[in-house]
């Protein structure tokens, strides 16, 4: 039995409250902890991938919400 798009709104949305704040802090404290020594370009190259990376599991999350 499919969920009404009522219900997988409500659901996404809260999955998204919480994933997103956790997976900004988990970010952090692995940068943190791992490339205070590390150069410039190395800490830029990290912060752009991981500040973009979480846009896949939103989008997922997203995709399915929105379905028919």
């Not at 997988?8 to 997103?20: E, G």
Request: charged share 5%.
């Amino acid at each position: 039995m499919a969920l009404p798009r009522t219900a997988r709104k409500v659901i996404a949305t809260a999955l998204l409250v919480l994933f997103v704040p956790l997976y900004a802090l988990t970010v952090m404290a692995i940068a943190g902890g791992h490339l205070q020594h590390a150069g410039v370009v190395i800490q830029t190259a990290f912060f752009a991938v991981t500040g973009l990376a979480w846009t896949i599991p939103a989008g997922a999350l997203i995709w399915w919400m929105s379905r028919p």
